[in-house]
């Protein structure tokens, strides 16, 4: 836990304008799972170091950043490659499928995006890559957002002094997690190759 005390030693001389670049940066880069950087906020209040509220908000704003960063990416690569040859032709029928599948499933499925990991990192940049607004994403992803901050900060707020075990129990759900989405994600491919096969053979 030595980057908690790191990130401790760099919010205290600079206060909210460090935490805000420690989360921001951090969403991307930090080698734990964001819900154990989250509930450093929370742990970081009790221990006296920063208000309540104030915190929450500038962690909040970071996650916005971080969803918008993603959107912006996502947007950006759909317009420079749409055009581009056959890898061109990929990305803008992945962005199509991205636009079809929330508009089948409904965009209240962007209310649950920040709850997955690599899902909350996916969604934003299919979204971008698609034909919704940010205004619309906006809307629902970061009302998930904020759920998800509260609680997580909360947990820290109350139990920061368990967080290593936390890390530790989230880590391995998120490396299971990973697994069962590798699996399923090849199994669904098979499935997909053997039904373009049998469509094949059936047309010969």
Partial sequence: MDWISEMINYVLPYGYTALFICFAIGLFIFPVPNEVLLMTGGWMVTLTYVEPLPTFLTIFTAVICHGTIWYCIGARMNRTVSNQNRFG??????????????????????LFSYYLPFVRHAVPLGVGASSIRYVTFATYAFLSASIWVGAYFSIGYFFGQMIGQIQYILEHVTYIVLVGCVALAFFVYRKVKKDELDKMVQKI
């Avoid at 079809?100 to 965009?107: L, P, Q, S, T």
């Fill in 89 to 110: 032709a990929r990305w803008k029928q992945r962005a199509e499928d991205s636009t079809k599948m929330i508009n089948r499933h409904g965009k209240r499925a962007l």
